[in-house]
């Protein structure tokens, strides 16, 4: 049986959020990956930072494509509706669902198989489409439940287990949705919870398309010597240049931000996200520079982490483009959809 | 046959260059003649091309309102010197020959059992036309005036027709009103006019329009409030995603704030498109898309997770010739198989089978009815020939007290009511389970999932559970059948002999059976109209000794599909297959059954003569 309930049993003295719900409450199934397995970090980073910002569970639509990390949806939040779809197909799903209602919050778990390779081309036009979504790559470089192969963001030179050299050239997430015009990238580590909460929380917020690349070393088949994806390496050469902060509307910002390091990208409910730059000559929220500054560190071996590039892009997400109204297509009445007998007699005139 | 027999009973086939604007004169021709209470069918075989390749437009004039290709041209207008030699062996003896005289052709045009009429087109519009564009657009207009005068059409109706068209544009009236007289006084000057294969005003196409089924089938999908279109562009099937939007732009925005109140989404591929669709409906939108064989065999994948995670969702499967790309443009019912059991694993889908214009826009309503009643995919198998060609259909009707089905859902009262939501749990013993919306209730939340799931809606390995849920999907598909439209059965019911068949050829078979009866063989006739087959499909296959199955393919996929999927024996089941890309003759279903009766079969048909 590899479906095993969680006992929903929690202390009072647990802490609630604005809506009365404790952590477990955004808790799921238990885990069937691999024990020390980075998604698993990925889903409690999840889960606090769904509480956090107090996320209805019935407003939380799950989506995920085939592979180890997308088996994580049925582990965080199960008050929501998941979606467990097909290899490489999840953002299509999630496209449809968020036609049909935009009100929700839609995040979809995806790994570097399910997103770079069989699913590159649904990742890259839900990119454009600017769909109202989080989009989380839980990335280890290899398949991970058919033992080991290398996936397509195997860095060269990367070793698998059994000694293999990846000579093939790595496709980046990050580079690649921002060239593709993204608003909100951003890379993380599943090591950095501190990091990585905010992250999430911001990317829920943010009214488009937000991709998190998490970097979530597979202890199974990816976490040995000379492998560019293990948590040695990992903590080794990722560098934290930009720290975000997600800030509710509601509250204040009371951190305090030294002059000139700290910029702040408001979003449509009032809430902001604040952009702290840890390197002086980097400007985060612009397209052109943020791509080159990371491009260039990759280009020495040095993997960036935060929120590497955000900007509104309201006026191009999906249903603004579409011109759709605010009230969802699904909840939209009959009387409003059918033109009726009479409009459809008058039609047929021009059929005569 | 005398003369006085040919009036409003005739075939013209018009051989044209793709892209010269030759759709605009036959439409023309169509719609006039149409317009004067004449049943009239239009039909074109156009190339995969947008200029330059031989292109063909067949009008039919049937005062007996036979709507299919009646296997003969009487009328060839010869306007493609490409195809002169092979238009030119087309005519049938005793009929009538028009080619542009401007070069003249005598060794190619020789035919001594027809009549040749030559009218100098070309120099005619160079002379009175400038520009070289609209010379070759004018010479097209001009031999529909030469018909106008030989077959005595009402130059006021071309004239009306004009002035539609070209409202916006009164100057393009003029100078096609221009060619149209060129054409039309040349041909009285020079021919004995009219032809006796002529048109005399009728009243039999009152309260009938002319529409193509892909517009139809659209038009449905607005008015069953569908609001998410998710597609990739294929032909035959775009147009009817262009339609839908044309329709929704103009009927769907909202007055008030100018909002739509639809998506319209072209996808990356048709993977992405039958995903968008899945999307949408699981999240309770009413949503479609539109493609051909090439897009279902892609859409496969998805179309097992839509059977298997009971996933409502509407295709319309515009089917053209195959295999693999096969011909684009021309016609075939070849996916009845890929359709009723797309994707791996134990898989079967609903299928509707619409017949015509008329019935694509009521089935395309009941389609959205069923996926969501049985929640799975439902496809609807046009084709070509009634997707993309003008048939003469009756009004379409809406009744204002429609309202749509969507099934067994659970909104915020019902869950507000019970203790625990199961997906998959048959409460109802109907195979049909409830389903519910996110965002409604905390207690509606479920796992949708393609892989092994319990009915608890949990994940599973564990083969009874596993099989506990694939039985019931049986149990569902059983219901399915109660739910499905009835076939159209005709005839006397004491035939021993019948004809069974499928969509777009229902046209060409009633005239088969008209013919046939005037010969002494009477035949009963069964139109299936979905899939899975219902009760009265199996009593009329038991109670025919011969049953003629007449479909538009190669390997008699209905006819498999009938053995598969109902009791019949399949010795009983003889096939007439027509698969060239054309729409079907009346005259193959008429030469095919006399034949398999001439091998001394007719005893077993009741047939005396």
Redesign the interface.
Known sequence: MTFIPKPKISHPSLPRNDLGLTRREYEGALSTLCAGCGHDSITAGIIEACWGISIRPENLVKLSGIGCSSKTTAYFVSGGHGFNSVHGRMPSIAMGANAANRELYYIGISGDGDSLSIGLGQFCHAIRRNVNMLYIIENNGVYGLTKGQFSASADIGTKAKKGEVNQQPPIDPVLLAMNLGAGFVARSFSGDKAQLVPLIQAGLKYPGFALIDVLSPCVTFNDHEGSTKSYAFTRENYEPVVEADFVPKQREITTEYPEGEATSVLLHDGSRVVLRKLAADYDPTDAHASYDYVQQHIAQGEYLTGLLHCRPTTATEFHALNRTPDQPLNQLPFSALNPGARQLEKLMARYR | MGTDDRVNDFAIKIATVNGTGSASANTLLMKSI??SGIPVMGKNYFPSNIQGLPTWYEIRVSKDGYVARSGKVDIMVCMNAETYARDVREVAAGGYLIYDSTWPRPALLKRDDVTVIGVPLARMCNEHFKGVRTRILMKNICYAGVLAALLDLDLERIRELLAETYAKKPALVDSNMQAIQLGYDYAREHFSCPLPLRVARMDKTGDH???DGNTAAA?GC??A????A?WYPITPSTSLMDAFKSFADK??I?PQ?????????Q???E???????????????R?FTATSGPGVSLMG??LG?GYYAELPAVLFDVQRVGPSTGMPTRTQQCDLLAAAYASHGDTKHVCLYPANPEECFYMAVQAFDLAERLQTPVLVLLDLDIGMNDWMCR??????S???DRGKVLGKEDLEKIDKFYRYLDKDEDGITYRT??????K????????GHTQLG?????SAEYQLVLDRLLRKFATAKRHMPKPVIEGTGTAKAAIVSIGSCDGAVHEALDVLKGRGVQLDYMRIRAFPFGEEVEKFLADHEVLYVVEQNRDAQLRSLLTLESRVGKSKLRSLLHYSGLPVSSKFIVDGVLADLGEGRRAVAGVVS
């Open positions: 149409f317009r329009i002319m529409i038009l607005v008015y409030g569908a609001t998410v998710a009927l769907r909202d704030t100018g909002k739509a109140n639809f998506a319209f989404i996808a990356e591929d993977l992405a498109a039958i995903g968008m669709v899945l999307g949408a409906n699981w999240n309770g939108a949503s994948e998805f997770l009004d379409l009707k809406w009744d204002d429609y309202q749509p919306f996110p965002g409604v209730h905390p509606g939340a479920y796992f949708t999932r393609g892989s949990t994940y599973t390995e564990d």
